[in-house]
């Protein structure tokens, strides 16, 4: 079997694969980040997104093989180098973003990809953007809430910086 | 001022700490050593007989280590049905065997005929393409009415007729019923369908069966709501494994909604062939499968008529319905249309004579079972609609109707004609309370600025009443069900103070780990980082009927409460012993033993310490250590209720429905974390009005589901849906459990769907198309269509 290399949170990682393994069964079984959820098989649900090279992904769209070489950030790369939560994680935990849990990884890692495009999104643009990722447990009011609440706190973070 | 812990205050979930991080344990996150992956084949005919079946190619495939089929599994036990019903005959139901895998027919698509195990998923799934199956088709029963019509097959040779009960209740109202509907000033009748959903939680089902032969131990590890009862089930009556050979695990899973209740076939299967092979052996099912194989939930055709007198009083209710059970029954399917629903045909109301009829047809549809609400939902949403179009009939304002036949607020305790007794409530308050939050005043002026818009705008309300902390073991014995429905804990309190809380309640979303936290803490007077909440496993938790109906908090919750105040006489006798002081004399407060009238006290600590290290103890009259366990089993049902105000707009080209506003007040008697209650009625409402106007399974003549998939069927997204308000403020305790608590989980999905297509009801007709009813999900083109059938034109000839 073809072998694979890839960073992903910032560590160098290879596996053997089949031509036929999706990225999120190379990070669930090869490298055991489980962190990356399957929720559906038709790529509706968005509960497998990460990041490849900086911008949001459905890990259930691309053969591990086609990333070679390539940056791939997940759930369990999001929290600061401290280890506390990074700001989209804790915004969902303060505003009761989350029942399950299952959804919110792809949820965390979709918003992360909005608000780097978008600091300051209307409620209506983050509804938009949520499109691809399905929550059954919230009724996305609290994921709504949560997501405006972190792009605040990133702008305020900013502005603090500055 | 809002509390900043313990009961009342909105803490902080704990659970969130692993969830945001991506360190949740789910059941596909789990991997054992040495396993192997097992790959159903599921027919994909809804009908016929297998006239061949020949899996040789397949166990000779590369990386396949065996293939079973219903051969293989003779000694083995069908799938149990947990709840008989008795139909008007007083004969039981018909409970036709449901194989865990096919025997001679298949019953719909995606029953399981061969299951597959091999070394990898890959290898699995490969050698399926070799089995050899040929399936002579029979006619797929499909629609409830042709199936019993008298000349549709049999989906089972044990129900000739496909009816697996005909249910009369109640039995000795029915001639009064049929007088004062055949006598009264007016009646109103509507014919409406419950439209079928799947309840589709993020987390597709998995199970990992696994056997230790030295000990010969078997576990299961499996996304399900009620890990005890799974464990009562199939080992007493599938697998024969008594108890304490059989662990059952559900560790961290990802919703539930009622689909993950039930045993499933596919629970049995790993955890056998895990026997036989000695090796574990892990399922997981594809979303594709669990369309196919989860069980559906609703699916009820119903016809209600509801009798008035000259004053606009309910005089009598008549309802018949026919209820879909799909192939086989699934574990509490038989009481959802029956016990959970005609209970319920009372609602707010104080309507004297009430009577219906259930006949729950078999199909080759896949199993139909409790979905969030379960039963519930279809009594609110049949009662409902028919107040509101008798208010439009009668030209009466809806809410006026609603007020002038609910039952009123000093009737209570309330006996209804329908067996049930509502403890308290005050259905007058939540409705003023929704109608004011949505201001309904100012609704008149909304409207007119939608229609200079070119815009309908509606507003609909909906009151509703559930039936929760499901149950009295002795009443719900008497009603069929083969268990009992109360709930366990265990408190134990450790050596240094920390808390340990063993609950049979499971959590799957609900955030139980934080609100049973609150509870304790709150009781103890400690931090509620002091208590850990463990569930979900078998071999830790003493036992456990699980969570569904609502029933975590009024009845688990209460069971912890019954440990925690054991725990807390027993800690009162150790602190008198420690005090030198009579037991009457000591007070527990903010964790401190005093002894009243003395500034002689002890810290929770000291006591803790003294139970474990007992030098200075009462050891004539009490033993060593401190845990407590209780069996909680409830006096009655609890009655949440609220009234809930959509409000729409219609575009009348393309008959697109928007949901403007959505206002839910809701009585839940006490709340613990209101953070937590307000996340259930979101989750509600957002499942109430997908069901309303998004999601339906749609079955083919051949009995195939056309939405079968994400791409097919509608779920609801974050752009349907406007930010709801909720309020939780008008508070009837419930009288007969210790918090007062009565249940939030099923609320927003019950009286939503009432309230937004009488919303678009009221939009329409505003607008002067005279559509009646549509039935749910109102997409466009429903909406459209009703309009195109009712012109404007044609309502003004």
């Known amino acids: 079997m073809p072998e694979v290399s890839m960073t992903v949170n910032g560590t160098a990682v290879s596996g053997e694969v089949e031509g036929r393994t999706l990225l999120v069964e190379f990070l669930r079984e090869g490298i055991g980040l489980t962190g990356t959820h399957v929720g559906c098989d038709t790529s509706q649900c968005g509960a497998c997104v990460v990041h490849v090279d900086g911008a949001s992904v459905k890990a259930c769209t691309v053969f591990a093989m086609s990333l070679d070489g390539a940056e791939v950030k997940t759930i369990e790369g999001m929290a600061n180098p401290d280890g506390s939560l990074g700001v989209i994680q804790a915004a969902f935990r303060e505003h009761h973003g989350l029942q399950c849990g299952f959804c919110t990884p792809g949820m965390i890692m979709s918003a992360a990809d909005l608000l780097q495009q978008n600091q300051s999104p209307t409620e209506g643009e983050v509804r938009e953007w949520l499109e691809g990722n399905f929550c059954r447990c919230t009724g996305y009011h609290n994921i709504v809430k949560a997501i405006l609440a972190a792009a605040a706190d990133m702008r305020g973070q900013q502005v603090a910086a500055e | ?797």
């Open chain 2, 1 to 797: 001022m809002p509390k900043d812990a313990g009961i009342g205050a909105s803490s902080k979930r704990r659970e969130d700490a692993r969830f945001v991080t991506g360190a949740g344990q789910y059941t596909d996150d789990i991997n054992r050593p040495g396993q192997l992956y097992c790959h159903f084949l599921r027919s994909d005919i809804a009908h016929g007989r297998i006239t061949n079946l020949d899996v040789s190619a397949a166990r000779a495939a590369a990386g396949v280590v065996a293939v079973y089929t219903a051969e293989d599994l003779a000694a083995v036990g069908g799938v149990p049905c947990g709840w008989q019903v008795t139909d008007k005959n007083g004969e039981p139901m018909k409970e036709p065997k449901h194989p865990i895998l096919a025997e001679g027919k298949v019953r719909h698509v995606g029953d399981p005929v061969v299951a597959i195990v091999a070394d990898s998923l890959q290898a699995a799934r490969d050698a399926a393409e070799a089995v050899d199956l040929d399936i002579e088709e029979l006619p797929a029963v499909v629609s409830m009415s042709a199936a019993i019509s008298g000349s549709a097959a049999a989906v089972h040779d044990e129900a000739p007729d496909n009816i697996c009960y005909d249910w009369e209740f109640v039995a000795e109202n029915k001639q009064a019923v049929d007088d004062a509907i055949a006598n009264a000033a007016h009646v109103t009748r509507l014919e409406l369908v419950n439209n079928r959903l799947v309840a589709n939680p993020m987390e597709p089902r998995v199970a990992i069966g696994e056997f230790d032969r030295a000990r010969d131990e078997h576990t299961l590890y499996t996304t399900s709501q009620n890990p005890h009862v799974i464990r009562l089930l199939m080992g007493a009556f599938v697998l024969s494994i008594p108890e304490h050979k059989l662990r059952v695990v559900a560790p961290d899973v990802g919703g539930g909604f009622g689909s993950k209740i039930y045993h499933y076939a596919e629970e049995a299967f790993v955890t056998w062939a895990a026997a036989q092979l000695h090796k574990p052996v892990k399922w997981t099912s594809t979303r594709s499968e669990a369309f196919l194989s989860d069980a559906q939930g609703r699916d009820h055709l119903t016809t209600i008529e509801l009798a008035l007198d000259a004053d606009h009083n309910f005089t009598a209710l008549r309802c018949s319905t026919l209820a879909n059970m799909g192939a086989y029954l699934s574990t509490f399917a038989p009481c959802i249309p029956t016990w959970l629903h005609g209970t319920l045909l009372a609602g707010n109301y104080k309507t004297p004579l009430i009577f219906t009829n259930v006949k729950a047809v078999f199909t080759n549809t896949t199993p139909v079972d409790a979905y969030r609400g379960a039963g519930r939902p279809e009594a609110t949403f049949q009662v409902e609609r028919v107040i509101d179009k008798a208010a439009r009939e009668l030209e009466v304002d809806p809410a006026e109707l609603r007020r002038k036949n609910f039952i009123p607020p000093d009737a209570f305790p309330y006996q209804t004609p329908v067996a049930v007794e509502y403890d308290t409530g005050d259905y007058h308050a939540t409705l003023d309370k929704a109608l004011d939050l949505a201001s309904a005043a100012g609704f008149a002026a909304r409207k007119a600025e939608s229609e200079s818009r070119g815009k309908l705008r509606g507003l609909g309300i909906a009151s509703y009443i559930e039936a929760c902390g499901i149950a009295p073991s002795s009443l719900v014995g008497a009603l069929g069900a083969r268990a009992g429905l109360y709930e366990a804990a265990t408190v134990r309190v450790n050596p240094t103070g920390s808390i340990s809380v063993f609950t049979g309640s499971h959590s799957h979303g609900q955030g139980h780990e934080t609100t049973f936290a609150q509870v304790v803490a709150d009781m103890l007077g400690c931090d509620e980082g002091a208590v850990d909440i463990v569930h979900g496993d078998t071999s830790k938790v003493p036992f456990g009927m699980g969570t569904y109906g609502s029933r975590s908090l009024a009845v688990g919750g209460s069971a912890i409460v019954k440990s925690v105040d054991k725990i807390i006489a027993k800690a009162k006798k150790i602190a008198a012993h420690l005090l030198e002081a009579s037991e009457a004399d000591i007070a527990f407060e903010n964790g401190q033993f005093t002894v009243a009238g003395t500034d002689r006290s002890l810290a929770w600590g000291d006591v803790c310490l003294a139970a474990y290290v007992p030098h200075k103890y009462p050891i004539e009259e009490i033993e060593p250590g401190l845990e407590e366990t209780s069996f909680y089993d409830p006096a009655n049902f609890t009655y949440p209720a609220g009234a809930y105000v959509a409000e729409v707009e219609v575009d009348p080209e393309t008959g697109v429905v928007e949901v403007l506003n959505f206002t839910a007040a809701d009585d839940f008697g006490n709340v613990v974390n209101p953070m937590i209650v307000e996340g259930q009625v979101h989750g509600g409402l957002a499942q109430g009005l997908g069901q309303a106007l998004l999601e339906g399974c749609v079955y083919d003549a051949e009995g195939q589901l056309q939405s079968a998939s994400y791409m097919d069927y509608a779920m609801p997204r974050a752009g349907d849906f406007p930010m709801f308000t909720v309020d939780h403020s008008c508070v009837t305790p419930c009288t007969h459990n210790p918090l007062g608590v009565k249940g939030c989980g099923e609320a927003g999905a019950i009286g939503s769907p009432p309230a937004l297509v009488n919303a678009v009801i009221d939009a329409l007709q505003g607008g002067g198309y005279a559509v009646e009813h549509i039935d749910m999900p109102l997409t466009p083109k429903a909406v459209w269509h009703a309009m195109a059938a009712a012109s404007p034109a044609a309502a003004a000839e």
